[in-house]
T-cell receptor, first 114, second 116 residues
Framework: AQSVAQPEDQVNVAEGNPLTVKCTYS??????LFWYVQYPNRGLQFLLK??????LVKGSYGFEAEFNKSQTSFHLKKPSALVSDSALYFC????????????FGSGTRLQVQP | DAGVIQSPRHEVTEMGQEVTLRCKPI?????LFWYRQTMMRGLELLIY????????DSGMPEDRFSAKMPNASFSTLKIQPSEPRDSAVYFC??????????????FGAGTRLSVL
């Protein structure tokens, strides 16, 4: 079985400060990892993915994530937060040898204060 | 491409009525997924298809739920009879098996279902 944990329901950060949204995962084999963002009344939008290769993955809107195999983590980061980054963020995982469907975390609400 | 298109965007119905949600995936995508999002349970996979064939329906809550994909450009999720606990936002997503964007799921805007 595969699972994702997002330990923080909400993260608050001031505009211009760096942000981190945490994610840990569990899969039986090697993982494919994803971050998605959801704005109010919208579907999920893909931000970035880790499949293989460099542990630091860069994605849309200045976001990046670092894959850490020993800690089974895939934290989302951004050096300087914008008010417009305020949204709901989901981490997702699938086993590369398993079914195609993703398992999503419970989501973390990011609130960036002006 | 217009992306994944879902209809209707909002559906309000009474308990016991049949509800049909519709999805048009991105052209050329060979995987289609149906998810349900609620505050209590988060985002749950209901069923997914590969080349129009259902692969995993273990997430379908009960026999009241059924999904079909008669062709590569259309899928339906039906609830009959509907119950208040089915109230949720239902998302459809599609993806490619290969290529640079493989494994990335593209989501529709969702259908917000309210069962009274």
């Amino acid at each position: 079985a595969q699972s994702v944990a997002q330990p923080e329901d909400q993260v608050n950060v001031a505009e211009g400060n760096p942000l981190t949204v945490k994610c840990t995962y569990s899969v039986s084999g090697n993982p494919y990892l994803f971050w998605y963002v959801q704005y109010p009344n919208r579907g999920l939008q893909f931000l970035l993915k880790y499949i293989t290769g460099d542990n630091l993955v860069k994605g849309s809107y200045g976001f990046e994530a670092e894959f850490n195999k020993s800690q089974t983590s895939f934290h989302l980061k951004k050096p300087s937060a914008l008010v417009s980054d305020s949204a709901l963020y989901f981490c997702a995982v699938r086993d590369i040898t398993g079914r195609r469907a993703l398992t999503f975390g419970s989501g973390t609400r990011l609130q960036v204060q002006p | 491409d217009a992306g994944v298109i879902q209809s209707p965007r909002h559906e309000v119905t009474e308990m016991g009525q049949e509800v049909t949600l519709r999805c048009k995936p991105i052209s050329g995508h060979d995987y289609l997924f149906w998810y349900r999002q609620t505050m209590m349970r988060g985002l749950e996979l209901l069923i997914y298809f590969n080349n129009n064939v259902p692969i995993d329906d273990s997430g379908m809550p009960e026999d009241r739920f059924s999904a079909k994909m008669p062709n590569a450009s259309f899928s339906t999720l039906k609830i009959q009879p509907s119950e208040p606990r089915d109230s949720a936002v239902y998302f459809c997503a599609s993806s490619l098996a290969g290529g640079f964007t493989k494994n990335i799921q593209y989501f529709g805007a969702g259908t917000r279902l309210s069962v009274l």
